[in-house]
């Protein structure tokens, strides 16, 4: 028959004749494929012939009796997963969700085989007809009879949450069954698994967790609780990879996070004796660690502890640097703010993950508090002068250069870096005049630091007094040279430093009548550096000098290192036993706080008082008398004779410097205005006061009223106007 | 036949002709051919799922029966030609073959889903 075939549709044109031929064929045919369904829900497939069954199927298809294949097989399979339902819905207690697993593997076999006989629907009918896939079918018809079954479904819910329940409150649960069955709604469709299985299930852990985390915070410390926090989390995460879906980590871990630390954070950190604070203070880096990474995971969390450590670092710190008893040694009082700046950093190192946020916490913290101490560029400087004087003896390289370092960082907090220059200055020049500098090096190297941080500017006039040193160096040379060829030796060794005005901190009118002895060997200096340098104006001052004294007393010789004052009262007693204090000033015209002080530091201090004072007391009056001390003794051979003069700047001292310190920033504060009007043009009044503060902010942070002043200076001065419709506008002239 | 050449056989196909007028006995015609499962499995998705479902033809010691047509018999054996070779037989490279027998060989390769058969 197949020769009579036309040569078009030939698939089709041979089976007409079929389906003519046999009514019957599509009931018949389906009854077979019926019966294999069952048999092979009864496990009974291997006496089934595939060829037999698939060609049935092909051949329905072909017939066009597809949809009744289709319709077949849906009923079929709906009455057999009804029967299922039945069975599993009686199994008792324990057994029920191990039947449910069971049956669920028998049908997912079953299904395999039915799709593969229906193969051929599946490739032609099925996409034709846009028909859902026989697997997919079966599935879908598992979730609608079984799954969500009226009696199944709280069943098998409630079984499943109280078996995890038990898993968490300790007992052993069959994993592996917990794993097949939440597999099997993942294996339903997404959906299924996440309105059937996860919703209820996270429900659930939220109730779980919240119930927990008020009975842990009402019994646990702050380090206890987290640690359970902690373990519950790892807990919880290692039930998901057991067996739940991987996509539910996030959302259980967000549930648990959620309950265990969201909601009780502030209670948490805030927890006396076991809170952050404590932890912060006892260095407790490991339930640091513990924390950061928990509160890590909420939203907020990390910011309430960034908070806590703020305002703890705040009050802490301002504490430091305003408590007066601290303030009585700047070294000490620097050496406790870099200790507390190590701290903080290993902690955010070793606990924070050295988080950039919580060191911009931390920086901002100490910026706070630092600038809360007006004195602060000060001892900072100290701290500086004394390491750079002794601290730093023995020290390696590396350690000296550590030092430095962390002093810059606290130098960067500063706001007011024009104070810190100013006593840096002072502190520079005794150092370097006294000879007392520990290593050229490091100060080279502060130096720097200092020009990187703040530009050529800042150190410019530093610079400046290394180099004078350097040259004075040289022209001693020279003079001691020309000295020795003239014969004009003394037994008195003159040693100079020619500063260059305004790179030195210089204290004005400083004038004292030097011993004739000594004059003569300046003189002799002065001509010969004008010889060389002319054009140039020497003027000497006393008050910065030292000199090396041989002392002959009743019973021993010393070598005294005393400042040029107290030179030149020493060498008033190589001719008179006793002078009185009037005498003494009348002599040496040094000034009157100068003179008290040195006199003081003669004869006053004890193993020093090279002066016997009358009447005897502490301090200097202006009717005292002194005499020689012929009975003084001390085990060494050299004795330094210190200037009694607080190391610090006393209150006076530190107006003046205050002073000079605004004196000195009124040009620049002006010299700011007018580069700003210069390319602005017209400006504002708040606009103003807002870029200069910008400009400025790295040397010193200028007042409002202080910028005003300035601004209304260039006004008379005509470098401004006034706008004449908007007073509040300020006009550049050029 | 070449593709009876190999020692790869392990499996006997019985070929048998379906009587579409009535369902009788089916002694006519009966044919076994020798072939590899693997060859069949790895070119038909059909005989693949025939060979491993676990049903009659999973029985490795019983030759699989497959039934067809009459004209579909010649065009199957063409069609095993074609899974061991990748080609067609001369046979059909031949012009005076009538072109019916090749649009056969293809019938049966979409039943079979031979996927370089198929559309």
New interface residues.
Partial sequence: MSASKPKKSFKIEPFKHKVEMDPDYANNTWKVLEDAIHEIYNHNASGLSFEELYRSAYNMVLHKYGNKLYEGLTTTMTNQLQKVAGQIDAAQGDTFLEELNLKWLDHNKSLQMIRDILMYMDRTYVTNQNKVPVHELGLNLWRDAIVRNGRIRDRLLKTLLDLVHKERTGEVINRGLMRNVTKMFVDLGQTVYLEDFEKPFLDATADFYKAEAQQFISTSDCTDYLRKAEKRLNEEIERVAHYLDQKTESKLTTVVEREMIGNHMKLLVEMENSGLVSMLTNDKYEDLARMYNLFRRVPTGLQTVRDLMTSHLRETGKQLVTDPERQRDPVEFVQRLLDEKDKYDRLIAQSFGNDKTFQNALNSSFEFFINLNTRSPEFISLFVDDKLKKGLKGVSEEDVEGVLDKVMMLFRYLQEKDVFEKYYKQHLAKRLLSGRTVSDDAERSLIVKLKTECGYQFTSKLEGMFTDMKTSKDTMAAFQQKMVEEGNDSDISLQVQVLTTGSWPTQPGAKATLPPEILEQCDKFKNFYLSTHTGRRLSWQTNMGTADLRATFAHSRHELNVSTYQMCILLLFNNADALSYQEIQAATEIPVADLKRNLQSLACVKGRNVLRKEPVGKDVDEDDVFHFNDKFTNKLHKIKIGTVSAQKESEPEKQETRQKVEEDRKPQIEAAIVRIMKSRRLLDHNNIISEVTKQLQSRFLPNPAVIKKRIESLIEREFLERDKNDRRLYRYLA | RFYKRGEVCDRNIRLKILD??KEGPEAAGCEEIPVSSIVLAAKS??LQ??IF???????KGAP????VTA?EKEAFKEMLHFLYAGSLSPRLHDPATDV?EV??LL?VG??F?VPSLMG
């Fill in positions: 579409e007028s998705l059909v799922k025939m479902a676990g049903m009659q033809e999973s029985d699989m029966s497959i039934k004209e019916r649009v056969r019938v979409d039943k889903e």
